[in-house]
Nanobody, 116 residues
Framework: QVQLVESGGGLVQPGGSLRLSCEASRSIFSIYHMRWYRQAPGRERELVAA???????NYVDSVKGRFTISRDNAKNTVYLQMNSLKSEDTAVYYC??????????WGQGTQVTVSS
């Protein structure tokens, strides 16, 4: 069993920045792929960024060049640095630890609101 706890969401003006954190209850990054998803009201959950167990990263096109996913193995924490935020980035952001289709864990989500 793995618990994931997200933090760092909040209200920010367009063009601003936020850093989300996702702390895992134990060391898993060597075998789990870590992902950030988001879900806006009335929309499906969307994969935003991912970092593989080997450290490779990828992003959805809409956030490339603005968001950065990283991890600190010593702290069992994955981050999502979000810069140049837009109103369309408003959503609940979820951390996901993925090993297989039958073995994956989710955090509780953290709200990000981009508004003036």
């Amino acid at each position: 069993q793995v618990q994931l706890v997200e933090s760092g969401g909040g209200l920010v003006q367009p063009g601003g920045s936020l850093r989300l954190s996702c702390e895992a209850s134990r060391s898993i990054f060597s075998i789990y792929h870590m992902r950030w998803y988001r879900q806006a009201p009335g929309r499906e959950r969307e994969l935003v960024a991912a970092i593989t167990s080997r450290g490779n990263t990828n992003y959805v096109d809409s956030v490339k060049g603005r968001f950065t996913i990283s991890r600190d193995n010593a702290k069992n924490t994955v981050y999502l640095q979000m810069n140049s935020l837009k109103s369309e980035d408003t959503a609940v952001y979820y951390c996901n630890a993925y090993y297989s289709t039958t073995l994956a864990y989710w955090g509780q989500g953290t709200q990000v609101t981009v508004s003036s």
